[in-house]
C-alpha cells in the first residue's frame, strides 16, 4: 500500500539558512499534519492543513511557514534556521472523515532528519 | 495537554504477550483511544484505536475498561521487532486532530 513520502530524508543546513521540507501524502488524504521531533524527545504537534486550508496551529515558530497545493501535497517552510531546529520532522495524513468515520487516523512518513550546523 | 499517563518502560518475553497499560481519567465521551508505536527514529506507526468497546486487529487487541479511565494494548505474541516506545493518545472532540505524544512506554523484547 503507498504511503506517505516525505523529500529528502536528510538534510544539513548552516544556521541562518532557509529549508524546505516536502510532504506527499497518501492518495485520497486530504488533511496533512506536521510534528517535530528533537533529541531524545517525544514528537510535538507543529501545523495541519485540511483542503488546502490551515486547519490547526501548534508550537510553530514564526520563522516557519507552511502550505498545502491543489494536488495536495505540503510543503514546511523553515527560514533563518537555529541549531535548536535539528529535529526528525514528520509529516502524517489523514484521510476524510466520511472514510474514517468521526476519528481521522494519522499515517506518518519515514520523516526528515534536518541537521543545522 | 497529555490526558494520559504510562509507565515509561516495561519488558517481555519474546513469544509472550506483552500488555501495555494506560491511564486516561479525564478522558470525554466523544474522544478515542489511540495507541502508536515509534521504532528507533522512524515515523510513528498506527496501531490500534477504540471508543469503549474492545477492539481487536491483526497487530494487537485494545482492552478499554467500562468506565473508560483505564485501556491496556495486548501484543499476543511479541517479537524482537516490537521493541519500540508506545504511545497512549486520546484524540477527538475540540482537540480532534492534533496528537499529543506523552512520554510513552518503551518496550523491550527479549530473546
Known amino acids: 500500500a503507498a504511503g506517505v513520502i516525505q523529500s529528502p530524508r536528510h538534510l544539513i543546513k548552516e544556521k541562518r539558512e532557509t529549508a524546505t521540507l516536502k510532504c506527499y501524502p497518501i492518495p485520497r488524504h486530504d488533511t496533512v499534519y506536521w510534528y517535530q521531533q528533537g533529541p531524545g524527545q517525544d514528537p510535538q504537534f507543529l501545523i495541519s492543513?485540511?483542503?488546502?486550508?490551515?486547519?490547526d496551529k501548534g508550537s510553530i515558530p514564526d520563522r516557519f511557514s507552511a502550505q498545502q497545493f491543489s494536488d495536495y501535497h505540503s510543503e514546511l517552510n523553515m527560514s533563518s534556521l537555529e541549531l535548536g531546529d535539528s529535529a526528525l520532522y514528520f509529516c502524517a495524513s489523514s484521510p476524510p472523515l466520511g472514510l474514517a468515520g468521526f476519528t481521522d487516523t494519522q499515517y506518518f512518513g519515514p520523516g526528515t532528519r534536518l541537521t543545522v550546523l | 495537554d497529555a490526558k494520559t499517563t504510562q509507565p515509561p518502560s516495561m519488558d517481555c518475553a519474546e513469544g509472550r504477550a506483552a500488555n501495555l497499560p494506560c491511564n486516561h481519567s479525564t478522558i470525554s465521551g466523544n474522544e478515542y483511544v489511540y495507541w502508536y508505536r515509534q521504532i528507533h527514529s522512524q515515523g510513528p506507526q498506527y496501531i490500534i484505536h477504540g471508543l469503549k468497546n474492545n477492539e481487536t486487529n491483526e497487530m494487537a487487541s485494545l482492552i478499554i475498561t467500562e468506565d473508560r479511565k483505564s485501556s491496556t494494548l495486548i501484543l499476543p505474541h511479541a517479537t524482537l521487532r516490537d521493541t519500540a516506545v508506545y504511545y497512549c493518545?486520546?484524540?477527538?472532540?475540540?482537540?480532534?486532530?492534533?496528537?499529543?505524544f506523552g512520554r510513552g512506554t518503551q518496550l523491550t523484547v527479549w530473546p
Open positions: 492543513f485540511y483542503e488546502k486550508m490551515q486547519s
Open positions: 493518545i486520546v484524540n477527538g472532540g475540540s482537540t480532534l486532530g492534533r496528537l499529543y
